[in-house]
């Protein structure tokens, strides 16, 4: 008998369509799904339904792109957030770790990625002009980028930080510093690491 008579055809779709997410290869798709089917099944449906609750009503928020189930985003809507601070990170869950500690007023601008020429990503691939528009539109005072510390983030912020200066010579660009260990992922780093990390962040004045 061939091995796709054998293999249940939901089982083979399921591995399948998991595989389509970045990153996910088909180890990442086969511990997924099979540890998955592991559970009862009351909380086997509880999961599928959430996630399929979160990708029914999460969309980038039409102002920051951060995720968010309300357009603007409870950040861009909120009056008492200040527009003229834009914290830049490379994805909703950074802003969201930042968010966590319950101390920046300010506003996010999620570039939905970070430059990887290897993997063919360039700036033109991320939100940077809307970026522009914002930090013009909003009278921006200070932008933080606060891309990962890992190479590129690393050139993702000396990228921005040229093409800021360049049309916006009085804006502030600051960069986290770190208390932050190089190639931490700031959506695991710690509390008081990120904290630290955003309060003692640095502005850049030298650009070759
Ligand atoms: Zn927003």
Do not use: W
């Not at 290869?25 to 559970?39: H, I, Q, T």
């Not at 932050?180 to 959506?187: D, H, N």
């Amino acid at each position: 008998m061939a091995f796709e008579d054998v293999f249940p055809e939901p089982l083979k779709e399921a591995l399948d369509k998991i595989t389509l997410i970045p990153s996910y290869g088909e180890r990442g798709a086969s511990r997924f799904v099979y540890n998955l089917l592991k559970l009862e099944q009351e909380k086997r449906k509880e999961i599928v339904e959430s996630l399929a609750r979160a990708v029914e009503s999460l969309k980038p928020c039409s102002e920051c792109y951060l995720l968010t189930d309300q357009d603007p985003c409870r950040v861009c809507s909120d009056p008492k957030r200040l527009k003229k601070f834009l914290c830049v990170v490379e994805e909703s869950q950074d802003a969201y770790a930042i968010e966590r500690l319950e101390r920046y007023r300010g506003v996010y601008h999620v570039l939905q990625g970070r430059i990887a020429p290897l993997e063919g990503i360039s700036p033109q691939d991320l939100t940077v002009e809307k970026l522009m528009e914002r930090i013009e539109k909003n009278k921006v005072v200070e932008v933080i980028l606060a891309t990962n510390p890992n190479a590129e983030g690393e050139a993702t912020a000396n990228y921005l930080a040229k093409v800021i200066r360049d049309r916006f010579p009085k804006v502030k660009i600051s960069r986290i510093s770190y208390g932050l260990q190089f190639g931490t992922l700031l959506e695991f780093a710690d509390t008081l690491s990120l904290e630290k990390s955003i309060e003692s962040r640095k502005e850049i004045e030298d650009l070759e």
